[in-house]
């Protein structure tokens, strides 16, 4: 492909797909997903610059490796490099480029063979506010000068749309892990065939965040979700809660994790017929060693007037609300929520969404949600985006959505 050519076809896709974003994150992550895309790269990330503390965070991400916690310092690996000097680096060869002392996915498990790292520099003031990284190409062959071209190119196209979009980095601290999930796989036999609905996924989820986990059907969220929530087991690989390992665990530590650790809302609200609201949540208050108040869990998720109410008066979000009191009520470490406004109306759904944002606000707690639903994966700390059983793309959202934002 000649440098003319791939600018060309990269140039318009990039248009294309810059002319219909609407916020910053959109521009970046769907500029890197082009790039990757078209030089056929193994991971790649958009580093952006806290220019206040000299230090470079991710973005967005894709590939097999979750760089999301990690810092780079202005000087520190190939983006720290690119940061420093203004200057694109092209490493043909990671062996021997005396350039070259690693990159994040380096850190991660991924082995950089090869690589490209250009400065992405406001299009107005000209100063450098991150990077676009490229690392190895799938079909084995080393970045040349016309895959650095193109991606240069590339990036002076998305820094325009930048600039137009504004641009500032919130300064961030670093997290602590709760769950750790490395070198997950899962099989499932059916009929006697054996298929595989996990190949591989490396993902942390982090203390009192909001993490989406987006994927259609069989595309492996939910099998994640209920491996991270204690509801399932990984064949291979390690799953770790609070660095405790519980890849193997015998079902009474599983019940255990569930009963202390953990709270499930289901789509269905799982509500049980003979009892009120209140009773409910009184219910799994009384398992739980250490509760909040019922009436408190009912305040927050605004069902004080429907406490004595049953399940079968109550509208759909009202039902997967009053799942989401039960969910508080123990005060759990995490709360997993598997497409949980797949049976609601668009009204239904921001109604429950809004209780979901009142919950996440306090940040005592995280929530890992699976959805289909793109627009809904806007009001998250993270995006998870997979496909085939892998981990696609994990994205930050600089400036998460409110509930009544969102439009679909």
């Not at 190939?78 to 994040?104: C, H, K, M, N, Q």
């Not at 696609?392 to 600089?398: E, Q, T, V």
Request: charge should be negative.
């Amino acid at each position: 492909m000649s440098v003319e050519k791939g600018f060309k076809r990269v140039t318009f896709e990039l248009m294309d797909k810059l002319l219909g974003v609407s916020d910053l994150e959109e521009a970046l992550s769907g500029s890197l997903e082009i790039i990757a895309r078209d030089l056929g790269s193994e991971a790649g990330a958009v580093w952006l610059l806290d220019k206040e503390n000299d230090i470079l965070t991710p973005a967005f991400h894709m590939g097999p490796a979750d760089i999301s916690n990690v810092t780079v310092r202005k000087g520190q690996g190939a983006e720290g490099y690119v940061i420093e000097t203004g200057e694109s680096l092209l490493v043909s060869d990671a062996t021997w480029d005396p350039r070259f002392d690693g990159t994040a996915f380096d850190r991660k498990g991924l082995t950089t063979r090869s690589l490209i790292c250009v400065p992405v520099k406001n299009a107005d003031e000209g100063e450098i506010i991150g990077c676009f990284l490229l690392i190895n190409r799938i079909n084995g062959t080393r970045y040349g000068e016309e895959e650095l071209e193109i991606c240069e190119q590339a990036a002076a196209l998305s820094a325009k749309t930048i600039g137009e979009k504004g641009f500032y980095v919130v300064p961030e601290e670093k997290k602590q892990v709760l769950v750790s999930l490395k070198g997950v796989t899962k099989d499932i036999e059916n009929g006697g065939k054996v298929s595989s609905i996990l190949n591989g996924v490396n993902l942390d989820i982090y203390k009192n965040e909001f993490v989406v986990l987006l994927g259609e059907p069989g595309s492996g969220n939910t099998a994640v979700m209920n491996i991270a929530g204690g509801m399932d087991t990984p064949t291979e690989g390690t799953m770790s809660f609070e660095d405790m390992d519980y890849s193997n665990p015998t079902d009474e530590w599983l019940t255990q994790f569930r009963r202390d650790f953990a709270s499930l809302i289901f789509k269905s609200g799982n509500l049980m017929p003979n009892l009120t609201v209140l009773e409910n949540v009184q219910f799994i208050a009384k398992l739980a060693e250490d509760s909040i108040s019922p009436w408190d869990a009912l305040d927050k998720t605004g069902l004080e007037e429907l406490a004595g109410n049953y399940p079968s008066s109550l509208t759909g979000s009202q039902q997967l609300c009053a799942a989401v009191a039960k969910a508080i009520v123990k005060k759990p470490q995490i709360i997993l929520a598997d497409d949980p406004t797949a049976l609601l109306s668009y009204d239904e759904s921001i109604e429950f969404l809004s209780v979901i944002q009142s919950v996440v606000s306090d940040r005592k707690t995280t929530l890992v949600m699976t959805t289909q639903n793109a627009e809904i994966a806007k009001m998250a700390d993270r995006v998870v985006r997979f496909k085939g059983g892998k981990v696609l793309s994990i994205k930050k959202n600089l400036h998460p959505l409110s509930a009544e934002e969102l439009v679909w």
